[in-house]
Nanobody
Framework: QVQLVESGGGLVQAGGSLRLSCVAS????????MDWYRQAPGKQRELVAR???????NYADSVKGRFTISRDNAKNTVYLQMNSLKPEDTAVYYC???????????WGQGTQVTVSS
């Protein structure tokens, strides 16, 4: 099963930017799709952005126009560029991938993003 490790979280002021990275333990060529989820305290985990192996993307309405998901298959990495951050973006962000060879889901350990007002 592929291991996913997130990084790039931190504390930022409202209006600022962060870039999250998710590095996989092996090729992500067959990890399809790959997603970023987030979970705020007291709330359910929600899908933020999704990217397929073909490069198609989908975003939650709350982040459209501010966040961009991308993947670099050569580096086994998926990114989430977050701009114009708002306090309501504060959450633990998780990387997720569906291994289409062994039909299993993999999750990272999460990275905390805190946006101060």
């Amino acid at each position: 099963q592929v291991q996913l490790v997130e990084s790039g979280g931190g504390l930022v002021q409202a209006g600022g930017s962060l870039r999250l990275s998710c590095v996989a333990s092996r090729s992500i060529f067959n990890i399809n799709p790959m997603d970023w989820y987030r979970q705020a305290p007291g709330k359910q985990r929600e899908l933020v952005a999704r990217i397929t192996s073909g490069g198609s993307t989908n975003y939650a309405d709350s982040v459209k126009g501010r966040f961009t998901i991308s993947r670099d298959n050569a580096k086994n990495t998926v990114y989430l560029q977050m701009n114009s951050l708002k306090p309501e973006d504060t959450a633990v962000y998780y990387c997720h991938g569906y291994d289409s060879i062994i039909y299993r889901n993999s999750w990272g350990q999460g990275t905390q993003v805190t946006v101060s007002s």
